[in-house]
């Protein structure tokens, strides 16, 4: 049995009752692979609209990086939004500022809606040390200001201070679309609303092959089982 790795998320989870091996085999609309955040969000969208889901973790819920992140919501890319646009475009820059939005949305509409208790705290900083760091971010503001956002708010040194109670910052870019959870707590509050949404998540249970035939089977290595994907199910999700 695979736990999960030591670490101040582990050790401060909401404790939960384990998640069943997948033992013998069981039909199902659609079958997610993966307990992290990509497959849990996935299964939690599909349970909603009605799907008969099925997730597989192969470990426990969270078990990868998406139980031991750093937990910020940060409203960012690798990259700055004008070099998003200088590269591929204003309407490109425009989707993308779009769905970063939208991903902390999605996040809070969950939280509040199943009472998922994973510490969330609304804001985050983006600090500047000098005064050519306050500059880039004036500059970022005003950027993502052209995209839209107007949840942007410069801090000068004595607001800044008061918020972290130092005097090494100059400055200071507060996002209020931003914040902090719980990342373990998370994907476990996820894991539950799946359950409650009608979805069934297997831990333990990972998967060994994918069979692409009609109907798909999948089978793990826990016990002899596999998930089949119904073939008027997979008709109806190709449509969409």
């Given at each position: 049995?695979?736990?999960?790795?030591?670490?101040?998320?582990?050790?401060?989870?909401?404790?939960?009752?384990?998640?069943?091996?997948?033992?013998?085999?069981?039909?199902?609309?659609?079958c997610v692979v993966g307990g992290g955040y990509t497959g849990l969000s996935s299964a939690l969208h599909l349970a909603e609209m009605?799907?008969?889901?099925?997730?597989?973790?192969?470990?426990?819920?969270?078990?990868?990086?998406?139980?031991?992140?750093?937990?910020?919501?940060?409203?960012?890319?690798?990259?700055?939004?004008?070099?998003?646009?200088?590269?591929?475009?204003?309407?490109?820059?425009?989707?993308?500022?779009?769905?970063?939005?939208?991903?902390?949305?999605?996040?809070?509409?969950?939280?509040?809606?199943?009472?998922?208790?994973?510490?969330?705290?609304?804001?985050?900083?983006?600090?500047?040390?000098?005064?050519?760091?306050?500059?880039?971010?004036?500059?970022?503001?005003a950027n993502w200001e052209r995209y839209g956002n107007t949840q942007l708010e410069l801090l000068d040194r004595e607001a800044i201070?008061?918020?972290?109670?130092?005097?090494?910052?100059?400055?200071?870019?507060?996002?209020?679309?931003?914040?902090?959870?719980?990342?373990?707590?998370?994907?476990?509050?996820?894991?539950?609303?799946?359950?409650?949404?009608?979805?069934?998540?297997?831990?333990?249970?990972?998967?060994?092959?994918?069979?692409?035939?009609?109907?798909?089977?999948?089978?793990?290595?826990?016990?002899?089982?596999?998930?089949?994907?119904?073939?008027?199910?997979?008709?109806?999700?190709?449509?969409?």
């Amino acid at each position: 049995m695979t736990e999960h790795t030591t670490s101040y998320y582990a050790a401060s989870a909401n404790k939960y009752e384990p998640f069943p091996t997948l033992e013998g085999s069981i039909n199902c609309d659609v079958c997610v692979v993966g307990g992290g955040y990509t497959g849990l969000s996935s299964a939690l969208h599909l349970a909603e609209m009605g799907y008969d889901v099925v997730v597989l973790e192969g470990a426990r819920i969270g078990f990868g990086a998406s139980g031991r992140n750093g937990g910020q919501l940060v409203n960012s890319y690798s990259r700055d939004i004008d070099v998003i646009e200088k590269n591929y475009g204003p309407d490109t820059a425009k989707m993308l500022g779009s769905m970063m939005f939208e991903g902390g949305d999605i996040i809070r509409e969950r939280i509040q809606r199943y009472q998922i208790q994973c510490d969330y705290r609304p804001g985050g900083l983006f600090v500047a040390m000098n005064h050519k760091q306050l500059e880039t971010l004036e500059e970022q503001k005003a950027n993502w200001e052209r995209y839209g956002n107007t949840q942007l708010e410069l801090l000068d040194r004595e607001a800044i201070r008061r918020e972290v109670d130092s005097d090494r910052y100059v400055g200071a870019l507060l996002d209020h679309s931003g914040g902090h959870i719980h990342p373990l707590n998370l994907a476990i509050g996820e894991a539950d609303a799946i359950r409650l949404n009608g979805g069934r998540v297997y831990e333990q249970s990972p998967v060994t092959r994918i069979q692409h035939t009609s109907p798909a089977v999948v089978s793990t290595g826990a016990r002899p089982g596999h998930r089949a994907l119904r073939d008027r199910r997979r008709q109806r999700l190709s449509r969409r």
